[in-house]
């Protein structure tokens, strides 16, 4: 029986994946073999000995120890994609309240009913503070062209916006579903220069911390409109401040308010709510508790940050799975102590990611613990399990 964490609130539908007879799933089990995560922090979290994953529901990971995970041999996993057309469709819509001031107007009405004004009346008085631009015709910056970046570019085009977008490490795949009306730009400077509209759509990490900062702001236009559904850190919030408080930046909708940036002016703030629909919440639980499954049962890795993908089909009755370093003769080592007991290797599949690699040896004989231990105690090894089939 695999015991599974959820540090958050996890769809039912990812939980039924999970089958009761081999999970126990809860929030409170103790030394816990998996965990299900969405945004809870876990830079504290201390690993109990068994955890042997954490599948996080959703895109970002910058919830998550990940360095300290890969030096535990712990697998990382998210869910690329599952929730990028919410984020996408919550994109629309800050880039249209960043317009419209539709948020000021509905407090403004509320305001004028509670101080027993004749709205009917009011309202055709008072509307004109609250105009503002369309979005057709305006141009769009697109940040990070991955799962949702691509969406929110591809959809600009059709709402009748010239679309710059902004990725040094565009992928294939990205590149393949990306509309040719998308503009590609070879540096943010073309993207502040020229658009009424940026969205963010990159992680959040130690070379995207505080882009946002005064010297991104003055190479702006006056009077840019900042959609920031990625991560708060990306932004410099003092920074951010000032040119709200100028009027360079007209408005900046967030998905990740805090108290600071609540003080500034026309800053629209949403509670975290871009993967928030009943579809996206599945769609992120399912996958993230398949790839979980998959890996405790069959040492199967799909979708990690940490470590690099690899599937074999079992092919013996025993299965070692051996996350180790990247390094010279890490898998002549193996071998040698496979072979010093006369273990037969069925079939093997190497696989690396930067600094560590995932070994998987099926073998068709039962092999002694003291062999295991020899593997888990040689050069660079991090984590070694034995699966049966
Ligand atoms: N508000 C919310 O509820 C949600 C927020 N997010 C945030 O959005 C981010 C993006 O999500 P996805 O598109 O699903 O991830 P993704 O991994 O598919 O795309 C991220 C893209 O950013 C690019 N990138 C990385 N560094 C960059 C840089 N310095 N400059 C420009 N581009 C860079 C990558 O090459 C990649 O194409 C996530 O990391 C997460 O922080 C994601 C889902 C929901
Ligand atoms: O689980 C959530 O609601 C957060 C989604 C998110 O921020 C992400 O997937 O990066």
């Keep these: 029986m695999y015991r599974i964490k959820a540090l958050n609130k996890i769809s039912p539908a990812g939980l039924s994946v999970l089958d009761q007879s081999r999970f126990a799933v809860s929030t409170d089990v103790e030394n816990e073999d998996g965990i299900l995560v969405r945004s809870a922090d876990m830079h504290e979290y201390v690993f109990p000995e068994n955890l042997r994953a954490i599948a996080r529901a959703g895109a970002g990971t910058n919830n998550i120890p990940i360095d300290r995970c890969s030096e535990a041999g712990i697998a990382v996993f998210n869910t690329p994609g599952a929730n990028a057309n919410a984020v996408k469709e919550l994109v629309i819509c800050a880039m249209l309240l960043a317009s419209r001031n539709v948020v000021g107007g509905a407090a403004w009405v509320k305001d004028q009913a509670a101080a027993g004004a004749d709205v009917e009346k009011v309202v055709e008085k008072g509307k004109s503070q609250f105009v503002g631009p369309e979005i057709q015709g305006k141009t769009l910056g697109v940040v990070g062209l991955g799962a949702i970046g691509v969406q929110v570019a591809n959809i600009a085009t059709k709402l009748g916006m010239t679309v710059w977008g902004y990725d040094p490490f565009l992928s294939v795949d990205a590149a393949l579903s990306l509309s040719r009306m998308v503009q590609r730009a070879n540096d943010l400077e073309t993207i502040y220069k020229n658009c009424d509209y940026i969205t963010l759509h990159l992680p959040l990490n130690g070379d995207t911390r505080g882009m946002i900062d005064a010297s991104a702001l003055q190479m702006m236009k006056s009077g840019v409109r900042l959609i920031n559904l990625a991560r708060g850190g990306l932004v410099h919030d003092d920074d951010l401040l000032q040119a709200l408080e100028s009027g360079k930046v007209a408005c900046y909708v967030t998905d990740f308010p805090n108290n600071k940036i609540l003080t500034g002016r026309n800053v629209v703030a949403i509670p975290h709510l871009g993967a928030s629909t009943p579809e996206s919440e599945e769609n992120c639980a399912v996958m993230a508790a398949q790839q979980l499954r998959d890996y405790l049962e069959n040492g199967n890795i799909r979708n990690s940050v940490n470590l690099p993908a690899l599937e074999q089909p079992w092919s013996g009755i025993a299965r070692l799975c051996i996350i180790h370093r990247n390094i010279p003769g890490a898998i002549a080592n193996i071998t040698k102590v496979l072979s010093d007991d006369?273990?037969?290797?069925?079939?093997?599949?190497?696989?690396?990611?930067?600094?560590?690699?995932?070994?998987?040896?099926?073998?068709?004989?039962?092999?002694?613990?003291?062999?295991?231990?020899?593997?888990?105690?040689?050069?660079?090894?991090?984590?070694?399990?034995?699966?049966?089939?």
Excluded: C, F, P, Q
Excluded at 379 to 384: A, P, Q
């Design 342 to 389: 006369n273990v037969n290797v069925e079939n093997m599949t190497n696989k690396s990611k930067k600094d560590y690699a995932y070994t998987v040896v099926d073998i068709n004989a039962k092999i002694r613990d003291d062999v295991v231990d020899e593997i888990r105690a040689l050069e660079g090894v991090l984590r070694v399990r034995l699966l049966s089939h």
